[in-house]
């Protein structure tokens, strides 16, 4: 089936959930490791050793595919130990609507694939890390907004949709580091792209989803010098049941431990300095991600 990454990283952290429930960690890390060493000499018996979830899963789900927001590369690698095809794609509704994607043959984990057939892809304006914005042209690009030249002219250039999302290039495959209005641009020019941390973030079993900005460091200061903070909602119920607890104070404890662990994993400039946790689900769009503007704005 076809999805939002939302959909997928919930799936695999409740099969997770189950499996730590059950005391079967060293189970399964062992099975995992076992399938992925048999399968560099061609023999491939994940769906027997995880048919049980598998079978939680319907029993004859083979493959899915995600698209529309970045995904935890952990739960497509989840998804393929199991013995689940899991693939990512990129696309917008202006190029009708797919222009890059994976295939069983031709993958990469974490990439959104190479361009599909009859579409050029270019990264330009990179910066010292070979991050740009990804650019796209094809037949099946649009010709325009109707009846807004004014809009059209912001997003397409001699036939070239600026798709407004940094990607990156190796071998061929793109990478998508993220969206070019959401990078936090620090007061000594580094930038830090979000969706980069989020992902880390969303690893911890608890996080049902969480939120990275940039916030004034200062009520009345430079508003260019920004703390990197981040809004986690948390699974009460994973709470009480792993932690038991239900008291705020002690969540709020809890989740700045793990995130001051995260922390020491990255350069300073990208660490996050504030923490806010809830309980409370955050705005979204129909396809699951979050809304940014509303978000911060709230904040």
């Given amino acids: 089936f076809f999805c939002v990454p939302l959909l997928i990283e919930s799936i695999y952290k409740k099969v997770m959930d189950s499996v730590k429930k059950q005391g079967k960690e060293g189970k399964v890390a062992f099975g995992m490791k076992l399938t992925k060493f048999l399968r560099k000499f061609g023999i491939d018996i994940r769906r027997k050793v995880f048919k049980e979830v598998l079978d939680q899963l319907g029993g004859n789900l083979r493959l899915v595919v995600s698209g529309a927001a970045a995904i935890d590369p952990v739960a497509l690698e989840g998804f393929q130990s199991f013995g689940i095809d899991a693939l990512q794609g990129f696309g917008m509704t202006e190029a009708s609507p797919v222009l890059a994607v994976e295939t069983l043959k031709d993958n990469r984990l974490g990439s959104i694939g190479r361009p599909v057939p009859g579409v050029e892809a270019m990264i330009v304006d990179k910066n010292e890390e070979g991050i740009g914005e990804l650019i796209c042209r094809g037949e099946n690009v649009m010709h325009g907004y109707y009846e807004n030249e004014e809009e059209?002219?912001?997003?397409?250039?001699?036939?070239?949709?600026?798709?407004?999302?940094?990607?990156?290039?190796?071998?061929?495959?793109?990478?998508?580091?993220?969206?070019?209005?959401?990078?936090?641009?620090?007061?000594?020019?580094?930038?830090?792209?979000?969706?980069?941390?989020?992902?880390?973030?969303?690893?911890?079993?608890?996080?049902?989803?969480?939120?990275?900005?940039?916030?004034?460091?200062h009520k009345d200061g430079d508003e260019r010098d920004l703390a990197i903070s981040v809004k986690i909602v948390y699974n009460p119920e994973y709470m009480k049941s792993n932690f038991n607890t239900e008291d705020p104070d002690e969540i709020q404890a809890i989740v700045k431990k793990d995130i001051d662990a995260i922390n020491e994993t990255l350069p300073s400039y990208k660490q996050m300095l504030r923490v806010v946790t809830t309980d409370q689900e955050m705005v979204k769009t129909t396809t699951g991600?979050?809304?940014?503007?509303?978000?911060?704005?709230?904040?």
Wanted: proline letters at 4%; charged letters at 30%; one cysteine or more.
């Fill in 152 to 217: 059209t002219a912001k997003v397409l250039e001699d036939g070239w949709l600026h798709t407004g999302d940094l990607a990156r290039e190796e071998d061929g495959f793109i990478f998508i580091c993220g969206r070019k209005k959401n990078v936090v641009v620090l007061k000594n020019g580094k930038n830090v792209y979000p969706e980069e941390l989020e992902m880390l973030i969303a690893n911890l079993p608890y996080v049902s989803e969480n939120f990275v900005f940039g916030q004034p460091r």
């Fill in 289 to 299: 991600k979050v809304k940014r503007f509303v978000e911060t704005k709230n904040m």
